[in-house]
């Protein structure tokens, strides 16, 4: 957050966003390997996949799941 706040820039606002998201997601894959669960084959699954572990609730899956959305706008420049 503090690398953010001295961020003025948009594009660089929105890059590093993407990059926060991403770090999340990857980590949540890690994390299902870990556990030993099947593999998602969206990125929008991560966090349903996490909360069938028991490693999210299910507010956080759903958070996950927005933020894999937002990830798709930013890479893909969905309109």
């Known amino acids: 957050m503090e690398e953010l ?3 003025t ?3 660089g606002i929105e890059r590093r ?3 926060v998201i991403q770090a999340l997601l990857d980590f949540g894959l890690m994390a299902i390997a870990a556990f030993g669960g099947r593999m998602a ?4 699954k991560v966090g349903e ?3 069938k572990l028991k490693a999210l609730g299910e507010s956080d899956a759903k ?3 927005s933020m894999a ?3 798709n706008i930013l890479v893909h420049a969905y309109a």
Not at 41 to 44: D, G, H, I, M, Q
């Open 41 to 44: 084959k969206r990125y929008s």
């Open 63 to 65: 958070l996950l799941k």
């Open 5 to 7: 706040r001295g961020e």
């Open 9 to 11: 820039n948009y594009r």
């Open 49 to 51: 996949l996490l909360l």
């Open 69 to 71: 959305g937002m990830r």
């Open 17 to 19: 966003v993407q990059l």
